[in-house]
């Protein structure tokens, strides 16, 4: 099974040259902006173009960002799993994380307490409280 | 300054305002030509994210199944290649033009299918027990179905991207949140399997396993196990599939042998299984109803019905109810407590559906993984 057929991640030409588009224009802006502002000539214009320039700038920013790869979440999550042992004779209870070969009914050791087999009586994930 | 932005778009006589006016012309023409394209680049965009993600969800249960084999079947060589092949395994069902007997033909390609899936994991893995080796083959068989998610959704976003069709990419689009979910059931399974642990789907088998233990069991059919049990008076032929490996048997097979054995001279059969939930219904609900509660492909179901209808003989059916990713996970708690409710269930069904001398079959059905007997 190879993975040479998975679809690459690269951003489009066109997607670019968009925000290449944007850039240039936001910065025109910016520079009409101040030079207005600077020459204290057409207020209400400089102010118009001010605000254009940095909505263009924030819309580049954000375009940006979604170029970039996103980290991928953790695959599957491990739920805890639990094994409970029981003495049939005394009704001694061990509870212990989930171990390979554990099977409900297996019996396994002794008894700490009258040396009774144990037997595994109960296996399950306890599910978080998001899953409820 | 807001006066003035509202000036240009309202439209002022300066240049500022023709220029956004015209600029907002143009994305409204562009939209009417190009919106469903951006659409279909969106939409795109979103089934990559979910196709990368699903990729390395199958890289990681293909991963863990290698290393499972490894670990457990000590095989001589790298097991990779071979376990690749598994996983591109397929099985053809039989032709359905005409039906009649379909359902023999579909059990034998089943059967040739488990014969050689089990012949591949020994091949694979043969320093595995009977118990491992069945657990290994569900490990692959998880594999084999996140490997074959993947490669669904990838051919509809490669259509989609060829054809540049909305509408071949809508469809795989809309289902995307219900195929992942999935995916990630199969990665829970696919743990669950490589370390043995009791799933979900295993609610009826341990209801069984709890009324059959103290008594002596024989196999009856192919990986299916019954012990005769007393129960409040009436004689109840309790079976499962044979544990603790990954095994879910051939339930249909146990209990039309019972039948057969006992001359149609059975009372009640109640059926215990995993059911599906639908949102909003809490895990480990149990219910109860009339039917062969059994699940799978349908020819334990067919053998089942066939074998009671000749005789009459009522069934009853107990759910546990759960969702996929439950069904295929560890047992979740909800599950587990739930089996002390059935069989007061089931007790109580006995005292009201028979009498005392009567013969019964109680069939608890779902893979055994992790459950002995």
Known sequence: MTTKDEPARRVSSFYLAIILVIFILSLSALYIAFENIINQSDPGSSYSFLAVGFFGLALLGYMLLQTRPKPMRAIVETPRVITTLECPKCDFKNIRDFQRGDYIFKETGPCQKCDETMKITAIYREAKKKEQ | MITEVAGLLTGGGDIVSVIIQFAISAIFVLFLFYGQRFQTRIMLREVESHLRRLNLIRDDGRKMAIETIKEIGKPKGNPAERVDQFLEYIAITPQSMDPSGIVWKLEHVLDVRDVRFKDEVKLMAPEADETQLNNLENTLEAAMAL???????????????????????????????????????????????????????????????????????????????????????????????????????????????????????????????????????????????????????????????????????????????????????????????????????????????????????????????????
Not at chain 2, 148 to 153: L, S
Not at chain 2, 169 to 191: N, T
Not at chain 2, 300 to 317: L, W
């Open chain 2, 147 to 373: 490997n074959m998610i993947y490669k669904v959704i990838r051919h509809f976003y490669l259509l989609g991207k060829k054809t540049n069709s909305l509408y071949v990419i809508m469809q795989i689009q809309m289902v995307l949140p219900i195929i992942m979910k999935q995916a990630e059931a199969y990665a829970h399974a696919l743990r669950a399997f490589a370390s043995g642990q009791p799933i979900g789907d295993g609610a009826g088998a341990l209801v069984a396993a709890k009324l059959m233990q103290g008594y002596e069991t024989k196999e009856i059919a192919k990986d299916v196990v019954a012990a005769t049990v007393p129960i409040d008076g009436r004689t109840a032929y309790v079976l499962k599939a044979k544990g603790p490996g990954g095994n879910v048997g051939k339930p249909g097979d146990g209990i039309r042998k019972i039948i057969e054995e006992k001359k149609g001279n059975i009372s009640t059969i109640i059926m215990i299984d995993a059911a599906l939930k639908l949102e909003g219904e809490a895990p480990g609900e149990v219910a109860e109803g009339v039917g062969a509660a059994i699940g799978g492909p349908g020819v334990e179901q067919f053998k089942i019905e066939d074998a009671i209808v000749k005789h009459k003989i009522p069934v009853n059916a107990i759910i546990v109810k759960e969702d996929l990713g439950d069904a295929v996970s560890p047992m979740r708690k909800e599950v587990f407590d739930a089996v002390d409710p059935v069989i007061k269930r089931i007790k109580r069904l006995l005292l009201e559906r028979t009498k005392k001398g009567d013969n019964v079959i109680i069939a608890g059905i779902g893979n055994t993984i992790g459950i002995g007997q």
